[in-house]
């Protein structure tokens, strides 16, 4: 059984930069493809950013964050890692990560991320 716990998140002004963690549980998470997501209120979650499977992989942004998101993996420490800079009361949310497509039953508590003044 996989695990993911995200850490990283608060309350930042807008135009200030956050770094979340995902710190991964098991054997094989160095095969999966992995994915953050975000859910804001009232709205469905939705995929942030992907990144295939080797550390400095190929790796796709939703057109919300391209240029100012950036999603990395360090498979020694079974991490992955959102840098998320030029931050916006829009991304405003609770972000999670999991496998890339998504597997329902590893999504974990995620880390709130609140942008405002």
């Known amino acids: 059984q996989v695990q993911f716990v995200e850490s990283g998140g608060g309350l930042v002004q807008p135009g200030g930069s956050l770094r979340l963690s995902c710190a991964a549980s098991?054997?094989?998470?160095?095969?999966?493809?992995m994915g953050w997501y975000r859910q804001a209120p009232g709205r469905q979650r939705e995929l942030v950013a992907s990144i295939t499977s080797t550390s400095g992989g190929n790796t796709n942004y939703a057109d919300s964050v391209k240029g100012r998101f950036t999603i990395s993996r360090d498979n020694a420490k079974n991490t992955v890692y959102l840098q998320m800079n030029s931050l916006k009361p829009e991304d405003t949310a609770v972000y999670y990560c999991?496998?890339?497509?998504?597997?329902?039953?590893?999504w974990g508590q995620g880390t709130q991320v609140t942008v405002s003044p």
């Open positions: 098991g054997r094989y998470f160095s095969i999966y493809q």
């Open positions: 999991n496998r890339f497509p998504p597997r329902g039953d590893y």
